[in-house]
């Protein structure tokens, strides 16, 4: 028989310690989503010949949910009591102000964070009113091209 977990052991994801990182472990977690989101895009930019009715569902949610992650990343405001370890652009770039150098959070992006957060992340009547008001399809190239200029732009910044 499994044993039980005890009532007053913490749990390990309420952990709020700050966890160490070196900057090259962090890169590569950037790198990650940037990897993923751009070879969605890709994939996705041959939509008609995808005959799967099940691809087409896994790719639009990896195109959701890393486009949420990045978008979070580059747009996003964090709790640091709440969530200290979420990174954020800003992180990776002490010496730059980077609310002022980054491109302006474009309509689209706000859309597709909001929706990735109400149609994937959570099973929410919302997937229903989203269908219903004709809103439940993504527009890939244009949430590809602004997250492209976004990222093109923190590069340019981090590479100085």
């Given at each position: 028989?499994?044993?039980?977990?005890?009532?007053?052991?913490?749990?390990y994801?309420?952990?709020?310690?700050?966890?160490?990182?070196?900057?090259?472990?962090?890169?590569?977690?950037l790198?990650?989503?940037?990897?993923?989101?751009?070879?969605?895009?890709?994939?996705?930019?041959?939509?008609?010949?995808?005959?799967?009715?099940?691809?087409?569902?896994?790719?639009?949610?990896?195109?959701?949910?890393?486009?949420?992650?990045?978008?979070?990343?580059?747009?996003?405001?964090?709790?640091?009591?709440?969530?200290?370890?979420?990174?954020?652009?800003?992180?990776?770039?002490?010496?730059?102000?980077?609310?002022?150098?980054?491109?302006?959070?474009?309509?689209?992006?706000?859309?597709?964070?909001?929706?990735?957060?109400?149609?994937?992340?959570?099973?929410?009547?919302?997937?229903?009113?989203?269908?219903?008001?004709?809103?439940?399809?993504?527009?890939?190239?244009?949430?590809?091209?602004?997250?492209?200029?976004?990222?093109?732009?923190?590069?340019?910044?981090?590479?100085?």
């Amino acid at each position: 028989m499994a044993s039980q977990p005890s009532v007053n052991k913490k749990d390990y994801w309420d952990d709020k310690m700050k966890i160490k990182a070196s900057p090259k472990e962090k890169i590569e977690l950037l790198e990650y989503e940037i990897d993923i989101f751009r070879k969605t895009c890709l994939r996705l930019q041959g939509w008609d010949n995808i005959e799967s009715q099940f691809e087409k569902n896994i790719l639009t949610e990896s195109l959701a949910i890393h486009s949420r992650v990045l978008t979070d990343f580059f747009y996003g405001k964090t709790n640091r009591e709440k969530h200290p370890n979420d990174l954020k652009a800003q992180d990776l770039l002490p010496n730059v102000n980077w609310e002022k150098e980054r491109p302006n959070l474009t309509p689209i992006l706000e859309e597709a964070k909001n929706k990735a957060a109400m149609q994937l992340a959570h099973l929410s009547l919302w997937r229903i009113k989203v269908k219903r008001d004709g809103k439940k399809p993504w527009i890939f190239g244009k949430i590809e091209q602004d997250l492209e200029k976004v990222i093109k732009t923190f590069y340019k910044l981090l590479n100085r």
